[in-house]
């Protein structure tokens, strides 16, 4: 007989008492800066500055520390700590307005906090700032304004990577917070079941991301970053409303004024001690150009936070979108290209529903090293209103399960490596093709190491092995190389 004993510690650790803390300030005013972001470089580590600019970092190792200051308008600062031998350190620090967007601090890349320079890859970032600028409540026109991306309708397109493959699975792999959100049917974006009212960022990696996020980022990544929740209650409303212009070809008008787009959102927030919420509920009327393409959103997301310590943090996410839409298919003619097909039957709509529901765990061992835990449940439902026993009735429900454990260890101060594991379950149950599942089993590691000053070497793997319906397997490798100098 073998006997085989596991012993699993993950949550035991070495309590220190290091300490940093600080003011900062507007270098010209020199007045507080409320909510500026303080993090350390390469961990989960980090906080905000309160209503008097004040922050504070305690429980730290004795060692030398990169801190990354930020705040919305301001130039990105990086500050070298060293507590070695000291029990704490208190900081003044002054950053000055920044009307260039530089400096930024992404996620997606690398699936780290990273400044934006040190990234060997183009990233793009989309601030919630510029949503509100220029009023877009959609991210296909959030998508329209960044170069090097074409969207049509739910395809999107990074750099040519993927030309035109609207129904046969998205090429740019989407995520919120980390969660991806592909649907299990097609393996596309639903751009409507993405909350854009109480964000943070959007990222968008330009090349491929397949060696950390698998096959469908093969033509880059969009991570959707929501809000973080602040202290204090917080509420923010959105009414809107326009029209559609006349067209400048009038033999292409179909007649069918006034063309109209209407919205409204609302939200809240607030932190009740260790725990936070954030909720929101909005609504989308939408026509369009064309005869029979209208379309009704109604959406709703709520996130929760738990702080279990300072090194322990727990969320859950939710979000739901409800949308009714005439069945637009193909028009009539050249000559009138905004009116649906004579045989349309006006009657019939399309009900698309998706909801999803995930969680994370975050949890620092030490200083150089932490995991995250994500696992969640994407549905998506569609079908048409035919009568059952029509025909061209279709219907299909799609399940999206997703296992996702993530660690970061940092060996030494110029070598760390990122490794985790990517298990995904599609099920959908189809009218049209029946019963079908697919089956993902990934493991990946990338590795990040500075030989000499201002240089950085990245070398990535990841292994993939898909099964779909039992009966047909197919494996791939990843690969990735990357060298940055500044």
Do not use: C
């Not at 989407?174 to 649907?183: E, N, R, S, V, Y």
């Amino acid at each position: 007989m073998i006997k085989l004993i596991i012993y699993l510690s993950l949550f035991s650790s070495i309590v220190y008492s290091q300490t940093i803390d600080g003011l900062i300030r507007d270098s010209k005013t020199k007045k507080a800066l409320v909510g500026s972001t303080v993090l350390i470089e390469n961990s989960k580590i980090g906080t905000y500055t309160n209503t008097n600019g004040f922050f504070q970092i305690q429980n730290l190792e004795p060692k030398v520390y990169s801190l990354i200051v930020s705040n919305i308008g301001y130039k990105t600062e990086r500050i070298k700590i060293d507590l070695t031998f000291k029990d704490s350190i208190s900081l003044n620090i002054d950053l000055s307005q920044n009307f260039l967007q530089t400096g930024e601090v992404v996620v997606s890349a690398n699936k780290r906090l990273q400044a934006v320079q040190d990234i060997p890859i183009s990233v793009s970032i989309i601030k919630s700032e510029d949503l509100e600028i220029r009023r877009m409540n959609n991210l296909e026109y959030a998508l329209d304004y960044v170069p090097g991306i074409q969207v049509t309708r739910d395809n999107v397109s990074i750099r040519g990577s993927s030309g035109f493959s609207y129904g046969v699975g998205s090429r740019v792999a989407l995520l919120i917070d980390g969660f991806p959100m592909l649907a299990a049917d097609n393996g596309d974006i639903k751009m409507d079941a993405l909350p854009l009212f109480n964000l943070n960022q959007i990222e968008i990696v330009k090349g491929a991301g397949s060696a950390l996020y698998g096959t469908s980022a093969i033509g880059g990544v969009i991570n959707i970053i929501t809000q973080d929740i602040q202290d204090g209650f917080q509420s923010k409303f959105r009414l809107y409303s326009g029209y559609y212009t006349p067209l400048n070809y009038e033999d292409w008008d179909p007649g069918n004024n006034p063309r109209l787009d209407n919205g409204f959102d609302v939200s809240i927030s607030n932190k009740f001690n260790d725990l936070s919420l954030l909720a929101n509920v909005g609504i989308v009327q939408e026509d369009s150009y064309r005869v029979y393409d209208k379309k009704e959103v109604y959406n709703g997301f709520v996130k929760l936070g738990y702080k279990v310590s300072d090194k322990t943090k727990i969320n859950l996410n939710t979000n739901i979108s409800i949308s009714e839409n005439d069945d637009w298919a193909f028009w009539e003619s050249a000559a009138k290209p905004f009116n649906p097909a004579e045989t349309v039957d006006f009657s019939n709509r399309v009900d698309s529903d998706k909801f999803s529901v995930f969680g994370g765990f975050d949890h620092i061992i030490n200083d150089d090293f932490f995991m995250n835990l994500k696992s969640g449940v994407y549905f998506t439902r569609y079908s048409n209103r035919f009568d059952q026993n029509d025909n061209e009735y279709r219907a299909s429900d799609a399940f999206a399960y997703s296992f996702l454990p993530q660690f970061n260890n940092t060996l030494s101060e110029n070598f760390l490596i990122t490794y985790g594991l990517d298990f995904r379950f599609n099920r959908v149950q189809s009218i049209v093709y029946g019963n079908q599942y697919q089956d993902i089993y990934a493991v990946y590691a990338q590795s990040e190491y500075s030989p000499i000053y201002e240089m950085d070497i990245t070398f990535g793997l990841r292994y993939d092995l898909e099964n779909n319906n039992g009966d047909n397997s197919n494996s791939q490798f990843s690969p990735k190389l990357g060298l940055t100098y500044k």
